[in-house]
């Protein structure tokens, strides 16, 4: 991730706080992430590391689900939002402000990068890194956009997003509103009619309230650059990195969850 977008997402992070609450910052989006590649029973007890924390969400959902331990990386200003958000289990939480290709050796069985990687024009470094870092039988969940069963709102949002680079805050902002009353109606209209991504505007964009989809619709429409990774390239950023007994979750048909292995006895059968 280059300097100019990590600037970026501090900046958002800034601007947005704390969006972690409700169904969005919950386990049961965890576990909706990590489908039936990971448990999140799994987690109780275990020591994690989280690439790309932002303002602290998925860190906030590891501790809820039991993680013992959160190394907690985010490279931008915006560590200071996930601090404040996070602070009631700072005793549980490492914070670093450096890049994941940059990780350190941390104490850690999992780690996580919950959308994150899609945002990186090379995030080989930084999975590569992550193996290293990970003891024998470490385990990676990524999660990144997907492209198969996705091509009508990829050209939409590419579209969308050759505008809103280009102008200033306050009109994308005006559009963001714009776009979150369009969308409110949408997810309406998909309870009876069968509308595309209907699925997923059912099961998941109706649980959010309309401040956290406010927040994806700017996310979405402000990043500089988005990489939506088709089945097979999402498999061999993993296994490229070195990691084995890849699994892919493709999630609500619209983005994909990866599982990767480090090679070695596994951390329950190492009780580490």
Partial sequence: ??????????????????????????????????????????????????????????????????????????????????????????????????????????????????????????????????????????????????????RSYIALAEGLRFVTRRIPDFLLAALAHLLNALLGGYVVLCRFVPLPLRTYMREVMSQYDRRRRYFLIFDQLNCGYARYYDEHDARRLMEGAGFERVELYHRHGMSWTVLGYKAGRTCVDAAC
């Avoid at 991730?1 to 800034?14: H, K, L, P, V, Y």
């Avoid at 190394?71 to 200003?77: D, H, K, Q, R």
């Avoid at 890049?99 to 999975?127: K, M, R, Y």
């Fill in 1 to 150: 991730m280059n300097d100019e977008t990590i600037a970026e997402f501090g900046e958002q992070w800034s601007r947005f706080g704390d969006t972690t609450g409700g169904y969005f910052g919950s386990e049961q989006a965890l576990a909706d992430i990590c489908g039936p590649l990971l448990s999140v029973g799994e987690l109780a007890g275990r020591r994690v590391v989280e690439i790309g924390s932002g303002n602290g969400r998925i860190v906030n959902m590891l501790i809820s689900a039991g993680a013992a331990h959160v190394t907690a990386v985010e490279p931008s200003a915006g560590i200071e939002v996930l601090k404040e958000n996070t602070k009631r289990y700072a005793d549980r939480i490492d914070y670093l402000q450096v890049t994941g290709e940059d990780l350190p050796a941390v104490d850690a069985e999992i780690a996580f990068s919950i959308g994150v990687l899609h945002h990186i024009e090379d995030p080989s470094p930084t999975v590569r890194r992550i193996h290293e870092v990970l003891p024998p039988g470490g385990r990676f969940v990524l999660w990144v956009y997907g492209r198969e069963g996705n």
